[in-house]
């Protein structure tokens, strides 16, 4: 059974970090393209950041604050978000796709994607 169980929410103000964890389990690690995706109240659920083998995307309004990362060893995902800004206050979710697909595909257009987790919410607020 594949869960994807994240972590690191929470309040913060803005100009504030929060560094969002995904723990994967039941699936390899290695064998999938990991990406981070949120959703605002009233919005769609829009990518945030995609990273597979050989490449990552940004979502143009969180390049230069926001940075993917993957620790193969421990089949965790993290999203190191700094700089916050109100406009970052949505859901959070990871997700995990077929590597077939790239990082761009997965996150522009939501294709491949096999699992999701549960979501954590992050608050950016004075």
């Known amino acids: 059974q594949v869960r994807l169980v994240e972590s690191g929410g929470g309040l913060v103000q803005p100009g504030g970090s929060l560094r969002l964890s995904c723990e994967v389990s039941g699936f390899a690690s290695g064998g999938y393209v990991v990406g981070w995706f949120r959703q605002a109240p009233g919005k769609a659920r829009e990518g945030v950041s995609c990273?597979?083998?050989?490449?990552?995307f940004y979502k143009d309004s969180v390049k230069g604050r926001f940075t993917i990362s993957r620790d193969y060893a421990k089949n965790t995902a993290y999203l190191e978000m700094n700089s916050l800004k109100p406009e970052d206050t949505a859901v959070y979710y990871c997700?995990?796709?077929?590597?077939?697909?790239?990082?761009?595909?997965?996150?522009?257009?939501?294709?491949?994607?096999?699992?999701w987790g549960q979501g954590t919410q992050v608050t950016v607020s004075s």
């Open positions: 990273k597979d083998d050989g490449a990552t």
């Open positions: 997700a995990v796709g077929m590597t077939s697909w790239s990082s761009t595909s997965m996150c522009t257009r939501s294709i491949g994607i096999l699992y």
